[in-house]
């Protein structure tokens, strides 16, 4: 698996991508678990599972320029959430991916929960 960096206004990152496609899957399924909230950002859910359709190596393709002020303080709280999600975790815990939409990469039951942690922290930081 490669690495992308993700850009929002002046800022970039490098990361795994292996583990941005994780968090994009749990984003969703939290984002699916909070319909009340959810509905107010049609637009997030649609978008991430296009970074997932169209991903390859080296590119994952998500867009964080795009957010309203609103959206993107939505997803920092997600991020938030998922980091409290995990925070006693050793491994990602399976139903918190939902349905795995990248055939290419097997997530496996044990993947490290470490390494999205911090992935999730980098995010929050990044769109903060």
């Known amino acids: ?25 749990m984003l969703i399924a939290k984002a699916r678990s909070q319909p009340d909230r959810a509905w107010q950002h049609p637009e ?20 964080f320029n795009e957010l309203s002020d609103a959206a993107r303080t939505y997803v920092v709280e997600l991020l938030r959430e998922l980091q ?11 139903r918190s991916v939902g349905n795995w939409r ?12 470490a390494r999205v942690r911090d992935t999730l922290e980098r995010l929050t930081r990044l769109l903060s």
């Open 1 to 25: 698996m490669g690495h992308t960096t993700l850009v929002f206004r002046d800022r970039d990152d490098y990361f795994n991508d292996a583990d941005v496609l994780v968090v994009l899957h």
């Open 44 to 63: 997030l859910i649609p978008s991430w599972e296009n970074a997932l359709d169209t991903t390859g190596p080296g590119f994952v393709d998500v867009s």
């Open 84 to 94: 409290t999600d995990l925070k006693d975790k050793d491994a990602v815990p399976e």
């Open 102 to 113: 990248v055939p290419d990469l097997i997530l496996g039951d044990d993947y490290d929960a």
